[in-house]
């Protein structure tokens, strides 16, 4: 395994090349055209292909917004296709780009290699191997382009389970690793990329590290968030935790947006409360699917859409307390009283008892509703961002009240809910808010072939908004048409992401599709 220390000289190299850099736009003319035409060899019979149906299948994404053809597509066996692969195109005297592509759910071609060559990391996987589950250490060693359900089903089979998830599990560990991995366990777990003990990444130089933050750390907390830029991670050690049996599931409906953020603030402050905490927003304008009403009881539909229509904006408050047979009576009492404690509108208190598993997969039962209609291989014009809590309220009146209310076009979950930022490490690549507490929003749109880009320029119209109110608002699964946008992006820490990717990944070669460095 590689393992990379640096003497003095080289870093005085890389400041001076940072000096360069920073006055002169960063691209990449390096690359072929055709790789096909240097990969055609033997190492790689029968897993490279450049068949118009494969290629087609690597151009598009969950976004349904663009369409980007590589080249080829890899379909490796084992990592050490990979490493052949990248180890080809960096001793090339035409390098040409590569994008590792998990299960597609980028949506705005992040996973893309423009004239390159994407690997179908999913054609690694292989039931009988690929996941180890460690008992006495709590881990488990998952190839990355395993499914966070996968890993689930197998760890629930020894009584364990991660602790740090996503709303939606048919996502490859590496994708989420590489880029941060939220939802309602963040703000007490942190995110999954904090939930890590070890990688194994292939850098952009064709060398595979195992990394972790006492072996190899720069790669290691580089490669955590990093946006593919640095290497392909293909394997994880992720923590686990005894795995809870029931989820106790309540919902509460807001009608203040202070009293909203305020509960919010506190139930994340408490060290030893809530398993899961979200939010959301519910508009007087669209489908009841807007509010996930699937949750809801059908005899209590017209009550909430009178209160939205009454107020315009409401606003729900969604937690969680696992529980098992030993602690059932006491989280009765604890949710009970949580409840008395909130300032939520009485009368509109919805709870449910429902198995461990049930919550977490609970977006699987609305994707295979839509899929069965036809309405979940749509445009997704998707925006999310990091907000800082000193902005969130102006941010709920000029954007929810404002662009959204008034736009009148969001179909979609909309959701806002804080972390803590103690919760996070600065170490790793992830951009995030100096404040805090911060919050996340994200507006899950569903569109319509023929009308996405009025959702893309009302997205447009949020975030110049933010900038121009100086409101420090970052995007997560970050877009940017030019590499000043990421600069900013990044603010004081472009420079350690720049010096890195050098150090990972000198021909730029890695993850062309965020569009970072061509």
């Not at 395993?146 to 020894?158: D, R």
């Not at 009576?329 to 409840?339: I, K, R």
């Amino acid at each position: 395994m590689a393992s990379y220390n640096f003497p003095p000289q080289i870093h005085l190299l890389v400041i001076t090349m940072l000096i360069t850099t920073l006055l002169t736009p960063i691209t990449t003319n390096n690359t072929s055209p055709q790789p096909w035409n240097i990969l055609s060899n033997n190492n790689f019979a029968g897993k490279l292909t450049s068949a118009y149906s494969s290629v087609e299948a690597a151009a598009i994404d969950f976004g349904h917004v663009t369409k980007i053809f590589p080249t080829a597509v890899l379909n490796p066996s084992s990592v050490q296709d990979i490493t052949d692969l990248i180890k080809l195109s960096f001793d090339s005297k035409s390098s040409f780009p590569i994008a590792a592509r998990g299960h597609g759910h980028s949506f705005r071609g992040q996973a893309a290699a423009k004239d390159g060559v994407v690997v179908n990391m999913r054609s690694m996987v292989n039931e009988d191997r690929g996941i180890e589950v460690s008992r006495t250490g709590l881990y488990a060693d998952v190839d990355s382009a395993w499914l966070w359900i996968e890993v689930l089903n197998k760890t629930l089979e020894m009584g364990l389970t991660p602790v740090s998830w996503t709303d939606y599990l048919y996502l490859t560990v590496g994708g989420t690793l590489s880029n941060g991995g939220i939802s309602g366990q963040t703000s007490r777990y942190g995110p999954q990329i904090s939930n890590v003990l070890e990688l194994d990444v292939i850098t952009g130089k064709g060398e595979i590290a195992t990394c972790s933050k006492d072996m190899n750390s720069d790669l290691f907390y580089a490669a955590l968030g990093g946006l593919g830029q640095f290497g392909i991670i293909t394997r994880a050690r992720i923590k686990l935790e005894l795995a809870p049996k029931r989820a106790k599931w309540l919902r509460f409906l807001y009608t203040d947006f202070s009293e909203f953020t305020r509960d919010q603030e506190r139930l994340i402050s408490e060290t030893d409360g809530l398993h899961f905490l979200e939010g959301s927003v519910m508009l007087d304008h669209g489908p009841p699917d807007n509010w996930r009403s699937t949750y809801y009881p059908p005899s209590d539909h017209l009550r909430i859409v009178s209160m939205i229509k009454r107020h315009r904006v409401i606003y729900c408050l969604e937690v969680v307390k696992y529980y098992d047979e030993t602690s059932q009576h006491s989280v009765n009492e604890e949710m009970e009283e949580l409840s008395e404690s909130l300032n939520y509108v009485r009368g509109f208190m919805y709870e449910k008892d429902v198995t461990y598993m049930d919550f977490l997969n609970r977006v699987r039962t609305g994707e295979l509703k839509l899929k069965s209609k036809g309405q979940w291989d749509v445009p997704h014009p998707w925006l999310n961002l990091f907000v800082p809590k000193s902005q969130i309220s102006r941010f709920d009146y000029n954007v929810f009240k404002g662009i959204i209310l008034r736009n009148n076009i969001t179909s979609g979950p909309l959701l806002v809910y804080p972390m803590n930022r103690n919760k996070w490490n600065d170490q790793m690549s992830t951009a995030i808010p100096d404040e805090d507490v911060f919050y996340a929003v994200g507006f899950l749109r569903s569109a319509e072939f023929d009308n996405w880009e009025a959702y893309d320029k009302e997205n447009m119209e949020v975030l110049k908004f933010c900038e121009d109110a100086k409101m420090d608002v970052i995007q997560y699964l970050p877009y940017h048409a030019s590499q000043e946008g990421w600069v900013r992006h990044f603010g004081p820490r472009w420079n350690i992401f720049l010096e890195r990717k050098y150090r990972y990944d000198p021909k730029m070669i890695l993850s062309p599709g965020q569009n970072i460095f061509q």
